[in-house]
Structure formats: C-alpha cells, structure tokens
C-alpha cells in the first residue's frame, strides 16, 4: 500500500519531535514515524531522569556536608521515592500517550513501527510506503556502542536505560567506562551506598574534556568510596555466581553485582536502509551540510548527525530544518560554541575547545585559570567547593575559542562564556564587565587575569 505525504520524519526524538510538530503546524501533511517512544532517550531514560537521580544524590552529599559546618544531620539514603518519581516522570511507567497526542492534535500522523528508507523520498513501515513530497527528515537517534569483550554478550548488563529503571539498588556495581554517562551513574549510585569501580580504558576520566577535568574529579570520586581505574583494558567478561566478572589484561579481575556499560553511543544507519539513496551503511554519522541535508529531499536531525549527542543541539538542528524545509533563508549550523555539561559534583561545563584542540587547529593559544576554592564565592561555599575556570584564547584575534567551568553549578557559570565564544567577543571587552560580587561567575575574571599574566 502506497500513501503520500508531503513529509516523513523517522525517529520522534527531541528533533525528530520538534520537526514533525512544527511543519504539521505550518499545514504540511507530515507522517511522524517512531519504532519506541515519542520524545526518544531524553525523557525516558536520559537526561531526564538521570537528573533527577542526581538532584537526590546530591541532596544526600549536601546533608553530609552539614557536620562541622552547620550543625548535625544524620542521612538515611532510601531509593524508594527517586524511582516512584522517576516512573511518575516518565509519564506512568513509560508510556508516551501524551506525546502522541501532542502530535496529532497539531495535525501529524503518527505511526508506532520501524520506518526505513525504501528510496528518494520513500519510507516504509508496517507494509505502507509513504512517498514524501516535500522532505524526509531522518532523526532516528543513536544506540549503545557495546565493545567487542569477549563474554560481554553472556551475560545481563545494564545500558543507561536498566539504570535508570531499576527499583532496587544492588550492593555492588562496575562501570564500564569512564565518560559523562558512566560517571553520573557511578556517583549517584554510590551516594545511595552502592559499592561502585570505575573502569576506563584511557589514561584519565572524561578523557575529551581538558585533562584538569579528569585530574579534578579522579580524586573526588576516590574520597566518596568509588573505585577508580583507569588505563585499564578488560579482556573478558564471565558470571561469577550471581555476579558479574571482568578480566583484566595482566590477570587481575575486577566483581559487582551488576554492570554497567557505558562506552558511547553511534548511529545505526544500516537500519534505516541509507543505502538505499546512495549512503554508506556503514558509515558511524550521518553527513549533513550546514542547513542539516543529507541530499536532495532528505535532511538529518539529532544525535545521528554526530554534531554532539545532546537534546539541546537536537532542538538547536531542528530549527535550521524546518526553516529550510519551508524554504527560507536559514543561518547555517554553527557548532564553535556547542555547551556540553557533565552532570557530576562538580558539575563540568565545557563550551567550545579545548587547549589541545585548539593547538592541534594551529592557533597561537593562551590559557588562563581560576580555582574556585580561592575565589570569594567558593571560600563562602565552603565543602564541595572544588573546581576551576579554564579559559583558551587565540590569541592572535584576542577572542575565546573554549572555556571550562567546573564546581558548583559549574553548567551555569559556562552560559557567558559559551555566548562569548559564539559571539566572538574580545578578551579585552570581558575584562571591562562588571562582575557581581560575590558569585562564582565572577571566577571568569580571576581566569582573564591569568590570561593578561600569561601574555606578558
């Protein structure tokens, strides 16, 4: 059976969602077509939920905090009412009814199956072709890279989404991976008293950030009881009654009752059938222009694209296609300032490059930093004060090209500097910004200092 449509959008994630929703708006027949649920990973066992874990293992640090500093507290942590809240969230355990309706009611047909790509400007699913007058927008999201350990496909890991899920919390956990995902599970967890190892393959955690960011959080994670290892290979995974083993290269093995696998993410193109419009299949992102085409026809949103795997960079790309599917002028994709926020405590902002990128880019580079402990602001914070800006200069145009901030609302803090990063504007007009006293932004101005040190 054949049905046209004027557009097709594969993958109803925040993108896909947003695409579909605005075009059915402007009065374009639009086919919305999602094989899970209507609003993707981000609601439902991303960043969502995973922030609400943090907001309760924080609540818990903070109460521990309190001794020596503001009184007496005794902490008794319970993970009862974070996973009731949890399946309240997710709208009654899961259920994506009310996104659906939220579609439909801006005039979109939606379509629960696996839609995949059958030819320019076709999409099948559930046996109908749709033929796309106008667009096919592919924003089918990303899935769990799982590293090729021998024995890893034996036994019965956790994915963020088992995480996220769980009712109770085992006693013990290892997880696989040292990145943003891995270490917000591994440090809720062990709040909540789960005895928890780290094991990362690279020399330091969080290993694309500034290399100050795994020196930071390494030992912070150590004084909370997390076991840290890094630059450790494992070789195999095995059950070991009714915990799980990994081998590690030289003999050692390393137990927990669960694991966690947390090692990135990629497109899966070969099921959404690219080949069939000249694509290869085994290619890990989508290529996408600035205006997010693919090719004629057919345009990519979301974390298939590979331009950073985030909600806001979803919703960012969804704007520039629709505008460009409506066929007006759109500013092309600029990703020089993109935010990424890691959600641990310190919270780590991070916009832009790093100090390392931007020499690898050629660029003549000056870096300045502050430590939060020694700004007004975090001597009043007091416990769990640790954390720095980071500031990376070329230094030939005199403007920011990537800013770290790491501490107590450290993705806060990072909001300046990614719109000055993204609005080009000089080192020299920051210095004249009057900073509020006493806040931890004002640390932004400690960091230039240090930058005007360095260039003397």
């Known amino acids: 059976m054949t049905e046209q449509a004027d557009v097709v959008v594969i993958g109803m994630g925040p993108g896909g969602e947003e695409v579909a929703g605005k075009l059915a708006e402007s009065g374009l027949r639009v086919v919305g077509i999602e ?17 609400m874990m943090i907001r309760a293992a924080d609540l818990l640090a903070e109460a ?13 942590p319970d993970w009862a009412p974070v996973a009731r809240r949890i399946r309240e969230e997710a709208t009654d355990n899961w259920n994506d009814q009310v996104a659906v309706d939220r579609f439909e009611k801006k005039g979109g047909q939606f379509v629960r199956g696996a839609g995949r790509l059958s030819g320019p400007a076709e999409v099948s699913v559930n046996g109908t072709t749709y033929r796309a007058s106008r667009a096919v927008v592919l924003a089918t999201g990303t899935q769990v890279n799982v590293p090729p350990i021998k024995g890893l496909d034996q036994v019965p890991y956790w994915t963020n989404r088992e995480a996220v899920k769980t009712v109770e919390l085992p006693k013990s956990l290892v997880v696989l991976g040292g990145g943003a995902v891995g270490l917000e599970f591994a440090q809720v967890f062990a709040r909540f008293g789960v005895a928890v190892t780290v ?10 950030e500034e290399p100050e960011v795994g020196e930071l959080v390494a030992p912070i994670l150590t004084k909370e009881g997390i076991v840290v290892r890094t630059g450790t290979r494992v070789t195999g995974v095995t ?25 990135g993410r ?7 059938g690219v080949e069939t419009v000249g694509i290869d299949p085994s290619a890990r992102w989508l290529p996408v222009d600035g205006h997010l085409r693919v090719r004629k026809g057919l345009w990519g949103v979301g974390d298939v694209t590979g331009h950073g795997q985030f909600t806001h960079v979803a919703m960012y790309q969804a704007g520039i296609a629709v505008t460009d599917i409506l066929g ?22 991070a916009a832009g490059l790093t100090e390392d990128q931007a020499r690898e880019q050629g660029l003549r580079v000056l870096t300045g ?9 975090g001597w009043i914070h007091g416990p769990g004060n640790e954390g720095f800006i980071k500031l990376v200069e070329d230094a030939d145009k005199g403007v920011l090209v990537g800013a770290t901030s790491a501490g107590p609302r450290g993705g806060d803090v990072l909001s300046m500097l990614a719109l000055a990063i993204q609005e080009r504007i000089s080192t020299s007009a920051l210095r004249r910004v009057i900073y509020a006293y006493p806040t931890f932004y004002r640390g932004i101005e400690d960091a230039l200092r240090a930058l005007v040190k360095r260039e003397d």
């Open 199 to 208: 094991v990362e393959a690279l020399p330091r955690l969080l290993a694309t």
């Open 239 to 263: 059950l070991d009654g009714s915990s799980i083993a990994l081998q590690i290269e030289g003999g050692e093995r390393v137990i927990g009752e669960r694991l966690l696998v947390a090692t």
């Open 328 to 349: 007006k002028d759109a500013t092309p994709a600029d990703y020089r300032a993109l935010p990424r926020v890691t959600f641990t405590d310190p919270e780590i902002g």
């Open 266 to 272: 990629s497109a899966n193109l070969k099921q959404v």
């Open 64 to 76: 521990r905090r309190v001794p020596g500093f503001a009184g007496k507290a005794t902490v008794t």
């Open 35 to 51: 094989k899970e649920l209507v609003g993707g990973e981000c609601p439902y066992w991303g960043c969502v939920p995973t922030k």
């Open 369 to 377: 930093m502050a430590k939060v402990p020694s700004s007004a602001r």
